[in-house]
């Protein structure tokens, strides 16, 4: 049985307000990104987290720092870059938007789903690395953690936490500016970001 694990993504950037891929590349976060962490950082506060009560674990790109500082700070905490927590590489589509992406290297289905796309980036992370590192993670974790991370890599966080396999990555929530906790075998999202507009961006 999992220990508490509260799996956060990184605010938004401004990337994600494009619509680009990110990957292994990094932009900024923008005001609705910083205002996201600080309220996730409120969060955890109103949970009780404390230095006292969790560890915090971060990858090491730029985004995330960004948004682990904001969180952590006024609990008290900070985080241990790990870079099993960086994002899948998505190899030539870095910083393409899903149109440049469709017009040059164009889905095979059209009903693709977002998991299918990132599976199929030209020279990117193959879903088995990516698993193999995120679970090597997962192992050496003792005790409650915040983790802060990235939308494609806390699906796979989730989905092994939860004892579940990589046939099962769909079968957790995306989003951001959120908080999803993993605690005595189950999964639930905590607060909305009532900033985050729906779409395609915050989908991971």
Known sequence: MRDDLLILRHGETVWNREGRMQGVLDSPLTARGRAQAIAMGRALAELGVSAASHRAFVSPQGRALATARLVL?????????DPRLREIGVGDWS????AEIDARWPAPDP???????????RGGEPF???WQRVTA???DVEGP?????????????RTAAL???????????????VI????????????QDGLQPAGTAARP
């Open 73 to 81: 700070a006024p609990l008290g905490l900070e985080a241990t870059p």
């Open 95 to 98: 910083g393409l938007t899903a």
């Open 111 to 121: 009903h693709e789903t977002f998991l299918e796309r990132y599976a199929r980036a």
């Open 128 to 130: 088995e690395a990516l």
């Open 137 to 139: 993670f997962l192992a």
């Open 145 to 157: 953690a915040i983790i802060v991370t990235h939308g494609i890599t806390s699906r796979f966080l």
């Open 163 to 177: 004892g579940r396999g990589l046939d099962r990555l769909d079968e957790v929530p995306g989003g951001q500016g």
């Open 180 to 191: 999803h906790r993993i605690r005595q075998g189950g999964h639930e999202t905590i607060g």
